[in-house]
């Protein structure tokens, strides 16, 4: 079946540093892959979303400069979280999507972010 | 934009019962509704969708309903049991692209 593996689970940085994390499909070609975000709150925010041959499309409130994502190829993806401070805590969900399986988006485990 | 909204917050059922959670959206040019649960510490795990050219969709003791003419959507667990008990997401979009979530069901199966 369709897994996704993100890493890394959980990452500790210091506010102002920077954290990467990453995205792999597993079983299927990842044709477009969504970042989200969860709040501490369990709410989500959609923050990009990046389309094999497309542009990478930003939501509102999130740019290029902040969360740079890379999407090389149809396995992988990855998305850098720059200058973290407290209000970017929380879980970095990637949801990849297979193209030849219709709509349905799998999720990874996240990435969680604390910011001390 | 599309607003999806999730009714309830919490639901306690005895195990062997169904639970009932239920979804309500805005847009009508939402055409696909999937729904997906999230154990503690954990990320998304996608359990069943709907899409809006059927009303019903059964899988093992799942069951999602669309009503499209009220804009609700719901997702019956029956014969409930403990590893049930998680947080459950419902989501819709009209693109495919873009998932808007509800505010997510805390649902708790109790022996």
């Known amino acids: 079946g369709a897994l996704v593996y993100q890493y890394p689970r959980r990452t500790i940085c210091k506010s102002g540093t920077s954290m990467r994390m990453e995205c792999q499909a597993v079983?299927?070609?990842?044709?477009?892959v969504a970042w989200y975000r969860q709040s501490p709150q369990k709410t989500f925010e959609l923050i990009a979303l990046?389309?094999?041959?497309?542009?990478?499309?930003?939501e509102q409130n999130f740019t290029q400069e902040k969360f740079p994502i890379s999407h090389p190829n149809l396995s992988f993806s990855s998305m850098t979280v720059l200058n973290a401070y407290l209000e970017d805590r929380g879980l970095y969900l990637c949801g990849a999507r297979d193209g030849g399986l219709g709509n349905t988006l799998y999720f990874g485990e996240g990435s969680r972010l604390i910011v001390v | 934009g599309e607003k999806v909204e999730q009714h309830e917050s919490t639901l306690s059922v005895r195990e062997g019962d169904s639970a009932v959670i239920n979804c309500t959206y805005t847009d009508t040019a939402s055409s696909y509704f999937p729904w997906y649960k999230q154990e503690a510490g954990k990320g998304l795990h996608f359990v069943i969708d709907?899409?809006?050219?059927?009303d019903r969709k059964q899988s093992q003791r799942l069951i999602v309903l669309l009503d499209k003419k009220a804009k609700r959507f719901s997702l019956h667990i029956t014969a409930t049991q403990p590893e049930d008990s998680a947080i459950y997401f419902c989501a819709a979009t009209s693109s495919g692209q873009k998932l808007v979530f509800g505010q997510g069901t805390i649902l708790k199966v109790y022996l």
């Open positions: 079983g299927f070609q990842a044709t477009s």
């Open positions: 709907i899409r809006s050219n059927v």
């Open positions: 990046s389309t094999v041959n497309s542009a990478i499309k930003y």
